[in-house]
Nanobody, 115 residues
Framework: QVQLVESGGGLVQAGGSLRLSCAASRSFVGINIMSWYRQAPGKQRELVAAITRGGMTNYADSVKGRFTISRDNAKNTLYLQMNDLKPDDTAVYYC?????????WGQGTQVTVSS
């Protein structure tokens, strides 16, 4: 089991940057995949980026080249560096951890990009 707490969201102008953090309540050992998802009003939650225990990464086409997922194992923290933000990136961003077949979610952090 793990608790996840996101932070770093806020209001930013188009073209700006934000870095989201997801602090885990325990070590990443045993966590197979950690991911960032987002959900915009009226839309389904969608995968933004994921990183495996081995460090392999995967990104949604809409954020490739702009967002970078990373993790600090010593700090039990997952990050999402978001550059060149666009109004379409406005959403609540959630952190997710997969431990075997069980998923854990954070409470989300709001990102709003103004044009």
């Amino acid at each position: 089991q793990v608790q996840l707490v996101e932070s770093g969201g806020g209001l930013v102008q188009a073209g700006g940057s934000l870095r989201l953090s997801c602090a885990a309540s325990r070590s990443f050992v045993g966590i197979n995949i950690m991911s960032w998802y987002r959900q915009a009003p009226g839309k389904q939650r969608e995968l933004v980026a994921a990183i495996t225990r081995g460090g392999m990464t995967n990104y949604a086409d809409s954020v490739k080249g702009r967002f970078t997922i990373s993790r600090d194992n010593a700090k039990n923290t997952l990050y999402l560096q978001m550059n060149d933000l666009k109004p379409d990136d406005t959403a609540v961003y959630y952190c997710k951890a997969a431990i075997t077949v069980t998923f854990y979610w954070g409470q989300g952090t709001q990102v709003t990009v103004s044009s």
